[in-house]
């Protein structure tokens, strides 16, 4: 057993294909196999199971692929150390869906750090499955999503059957977001359900696409309006809210959009929903097993120390 032979496994359960993880690890792939094979021989198990997009872990695999990149993780400190190099530099890798509330976090302790020799990296995600799978496989240090209060058992069950551990930041209420040519911008100071049949809702996702985002499930809050539009675009939802009677609707959870909202489209107003049947709310994962480092420690402070109001 031998640690190269650790992140050849972790290359593949990145990558999902064994050409892919041959490619980027500047080996053929024969000898890829060959070499995860015999590791799977020593351990005992199979580590992957092929299926019709790749490969995937098995289940015996995925623990313990967590086992070996929590290792990689310390060889990597042992490294720096060796390196003369402060521990806490390890790399930041943060996965998100859609969050610009973590985006200033993030710049803050990127400044900080600039001059330090710290990989940064902020991906962001289309789907809450997206950002799961970026921290399964250890392509990111922890995750930070929100999911509304009607998936969140689902949400959950998924997570802890990886394996993950779930730290809610906050919950928070629906809010509706109109523009200056929305009827209601000059009229309201709270809207309620019945107000959005006269409206064209905008939402950001979709429920066939990521269920566990989905703001605005029709089949479960039994609510009807004018018009539908879902998008995963930021820019062109505000545009639509700006330049058209449409109304969005977004969780109140804290920081959200608010000072991304403020800085490019002052004119929205962000105006309560009393009545809506829902809740959202929004939380950051990682695998159970893994230690965070200091860097992305100090990335979950600054991100919970905080709560920005509508």
Same mark, same amino acid.
């Given at each position: 057993? !031998? ?5 050849? &496994? ?30 799977? $021989? ?6 992957? &199971? ?9 289940? !015996?695999? +995925? ?10 993780? $310390?060889?990597?400190?042992?490294? =720096? ?24 976090? @993030?710049?803050?302790?990127? !400044? +900080?750090? =600039? ?19 970026? &921290? ?8 930070? /999503?929100?999911? =509304?209060?009607?998936?969140? +058992?689902?949400?959950?069950? !998924? ?15 629906? &809010? ?22 006269? $409206? ?17 499930? @029709? ?6 309006? *004018?018009?539908? @539009? ?6 062109? /939802? ?47 994962? +990682?695998?159970? *097993? =893994? ?20």
């Amino acid at each position: 057993m !031998k640690l190269e032979q650790f992140e050849q &496994v972790l290359e593949v359960a990145k990558t999902g294909t064994f050409s892919k993880a041959a490619k980027n690890l500047y080996m053929s792939q024969p000898n890829l196999s060959l070499s995860i094979k015999q590791l799977e $021989q020593e351990l005992g198990c199979a580590l992957f &199971v092929r299926t019709s997009g790749g490969v995937a872990p098995t289940e !015996k695999g +995925k623990e313990l692929i967590e086992h070996m990149a929590a290792i990689q993780n $310390q060889y990597d400190l042992l490294r =720096m150390y060796g390196a003369n190099q402060e521990p806490s530099r390890l790399p930041l890798r943060i996965a998100t869906v859609n969050l610009n509330r973590c985006i200033s976090y @993030f710049l803050h302790v990127a !400044k +900080k750090y =600039m001059t330090s020799p710290v990989n940064f990296s902020y991906i962001n995600c289309v789907t809450v499955d997206d950002a799961i799978h970026r &921290v399964e496989t250890s392509q990111a240090d922890l995750a930070v /999503f929100g999911f =509304m209060e009607h998936y969140r +058992k689902s949400t959950l069950a !998924k997570i802890e059957s990886l394996n993950m551990q779930y730290t809610r930041i906050a919950q928070s209420a629906v &809010v509706a977001m109109i523009g200056p040519q929305n009827a209601y911008y000059e009229t309201k100071s709270t809207l309620s359900v019945q107000d959005l049949v006269s $409206q064209t809702v905008l939402t950001h996702s979709n429920m066939a696409l990521d269920p566990a985002s989905a703001m605005f499930d @029709f089949h479960y809050s039994g609510i009807t309006c *004018r018009g539908r @539009f879902t998008t995963n675009n930021n820019y062109l /939802f505000y545009e639509l809210i700006q330049e058209t009677d449409a109304l969005g609707l977004v969780s109140n959870a804290p920081g959200n959009r608010r000072s991304y909202q403020q800085k490019y489209w002052p004119d929205i107003r962000c105006i309560p929903l009393t009545d809506y049947p829902n809740s959202g709310e929004f939380g950051w994962i +990682k695998l159970r *097993r =893994m230690p965070l480092s200091e860097i992305a420690q100090e990335f979950i402070r600054e991100l919970t120390s905080e709560h920005d109001e509508c």
